[in-house]
């Protein structure tokens, strides 16, 4: 699937968006991590102070990158 904006043509596939030089991977919300997780939004909180769940602070949003979130599962992983 392909977007214009401006001269420069957007290009988007799956959850990764590359304009020119620069991409970007579709973040996702607290809100839909705890459903994603299925756990309370106050246990997703702890995760991010005690261990390490990687977000970022946008003003006062906070949102998860998807591919981060899947290698922080994975580490956690119990065989």
């Known amino acids: 699937m392909h977007m214009r904006k401006g001269p420069r043509a957007t290009h988007i596939s799956g959850n990764v968006i590359v ?3 620069v991409m970007f991977e579709t973040l996702i919300s607290k809100k839909e991590l705890v459903v994603a997780f299925g ?3 106050s246990f997703v909180n702890k995760l991010m102070v005690e261990d390490g769940l990687p977000y970022f602070k946008i003003g006062r949003a906070v949102r998860f990158r998807v591919t981060e979130i899947s290698n922080w599962l994975e580490k956690r992983r119990m065989m």
């Open 39 to 41: 756990v309370s939004n």
């Open 19 to 21: 304009s020119d030089k």
